[in-house]
């Protein structure tokens, strides 16, 4: 059974930073694509990040710049390091295993979600 615990959201005032981590199991991490969504209050979900089995990233262009995606095989976690957070940052954000790293698929996999919330 696949399963993705995301942990590390919270409370962080704009400018702020805040880490994202994911531990999976269930499936060959090493050989699998993982991505990062956000769902913010009243919105859909948006495809934040990937990272390819080989470690190519890729980046939504409204986080380019300030969010970073890395994985560590070894311990089954991918992470999120999130910089110069915004207001418009504030959202549930998902980990989820993939097919390709780029966009949200139909049969993509996702954890339970954490909460960020950037607010002065």
């Known amino acids: 059974e696949v399963q993705l615990v995301e942990s590390g959201g919270g409370l962080v005032q704009p400018g702020g930073s805040l880490r994202l981590s994911c531990t999976a199991s269930?499936?060959?991490?090493?050989?699998?694509?993982l991505i990062w969504a956000r769902q913010a209050p009243g919105k859909g979900l948006e495809w934040v990040s990937g990272?390819?089995?080989?470690?190519?990233?890729y980046y939504a262009d409204s986080i380019k710049g300030r969010f970073t995606i890395s994985r560590n095989n070894a311990e089954n976690t991918v992470y999120l390091e999130m910089n110069n957070l915004k207001t418009d940052d504030t959202a549930v954000y998902y980990c989820?295993?993939?097919?390709?790293?780029?966009?949200?698929?139909?049969?993509?996999?996702w954890g339970q979600g954490t909460q960020v919330t950037v607010s002065s």
């Open positions: 990272i390819y089995f080989d470690y190519t990233t």
């Open positions: 989820g295993m993939s097919e390709t790293p780029v966009g949200i698929k139909e049969d993509d996999y």
């Open positions: 269930g499936f060959t991490f090493s050989s699998s694509s």
